[in-house]
């Protein structure tokens, strides 16, 4: 059944006019969001989750080590007391034990786009002329802002559709249209 809806959503997206690119050395790799988010884990079927998790390492694999990059979410709250006002983190989410890491180039977001991240723009400096492709979670959240952003800095934008998870199929469809919109490509592994 998953491999149908998996069939049936590269074919939608390949009719909906999404160019697809071949791999040469001019990508970056932007591994979203891929942490232990419980409520994420109760909204998909476990089969799901493992295989997209399966598609991701896959995915990480394929890229040089160099051009992996990892981004984290760090959530920050804003506290009202009589003492006064201050901002404080919440404890985030390791990455996935599954996940596999192949260096140290983690950056933390506290905000859905990626591109806030500590750090990264000057990372990215170090390549110039590069694509990103993003993977991770969630399609209507992170990876949806992380990608309008990559499009307005005049990055090109690149996404695997197997390697983003959405909390319904209607949803991943609904926001890959929305991507196309954008201008972001798929990227053929």
């Not at 932007?30 to 998909?44: A, H, L, T």
């Not at 991943?172 to 929305?178: A, I, L, V």
Request: charged share 30%.
């Amino acid at each position: 059944m998953k491999n149908i809806l998996l069939n049936i959503s590269i074919a939608f997206l390949l009719s909906c006019g999404f160019s697809a690119q071949g791999q040469d050395d001019n990508y970056l790799l932007m591994v979203i969001d891929v942490q232990e988010f419980e409520n994420v884990k109760e909204e998909i079927p476990t089969e799901v989750y493992q295989d997209f998790l399966k598609e991701v390492n896959g995915v990480i694999e394929s890229f040089e080590k160099e051009k992996v990059i990892y981004i984290r979410d760090l959530s920050l709250v804003l506290s009202l007391s009589f003492k006064g006002k201050s901002i404080d983190t919440v404890s985030f989410p390791n990455f996935e034990p599954d996940l596999k890491i192949v260096n140290e180039h983690v950056f933390i977001k506290t905000e859905g786009d990626s591109f806030t991240a500590d750090g990264l723009e000057e990372y990215l400096l170090k390549f110039p002329d590069h694509k990103i492709v993003v993977i991770g979670l969630i399609a209507d959240g992170c990876i949806f802002i992380t990608l309008k952003s990559g499009v307005k800095h005049d990055y090109d934008m690149y996404m695997i559709p197997e390697a983003i998870l959405a909390r319904s199929e209607i949803s991943k469809e609904k926001y890959f249209r929305k991507y196309k919109k954008m201008g972001v490509k798929i990227y053929k592994k």
